[in-house]
């Protein structure tokens, strides 16, 4: 199963470097391609275009009132009910340009502690990805909660 996973977000303001830390953790995985987008996850649709992976994974820190760490799947319908977005494209853009691209997709959002800017990955997100790194090894990604 081809996987890739798009890390978005900014570095620089604290959690919301969650997708591309998340990434940058994946980056030689076995069995997972990932990038990381930073702000501008649009300039990586020619590559998963190409590649049609069989599971694609976007990671984003998301303001879904949830404490601080929490991993949740959002359906694509509730992208516009999450504060995610401060990459260039709105996410929801993104899904449905690449919505035949892949034999699945699933959103993930990560809720920041902090999105202060020059700030480092809080404890409770730098945990949260390590999760998810073991998730994404096990295969059991479907065992997040859905948002």
Do not use: W
């Not at 990459?87 to 034999?103: E, K, N, T």
């Not at 999760?131 to 090894?137: N, T």
């Amino acid at each position: 199963m081809t996987v890739i996973l798009l890390g978005v977000g900014n570095p620089l303001d604290s959690d919301d470097g969650a997708g591309p830390f998340l990434a940058d953790m994946l980056r030689d995985f076995p069995g997972v391609t990932a990038f990381n987008c930073g702000t501008a996850p649009e300039n990586f649709t020619g590559l998963v275009r190409k590649l049609r992976p069989d599971l694609l994974l976007i990671a984003d820190a998301a303001d879904m009132g949830l404490p601080p760490g929490s991993v949740r799947i959002i359906p694509p319908e509730k992208i516009h009910d999450t504060a995610v977005g401060t990459h260039m494209l709105p996410l929801y853009h993104l899904v449905d340009y690449l919505a035949d691209s892949a034999g699945k997709t699933l959103i993930i959002g990560i809720q920041p502690a902090s999105l202060a800017f020059g700030g480092e990955l809080s404890a409770s997100v730098e945990s949260a990805l390590n999760e998810l790194k073991m998730m994404i090894a096990e295969n059991t990604l479907l065992k997040i909660p859905v948002l």
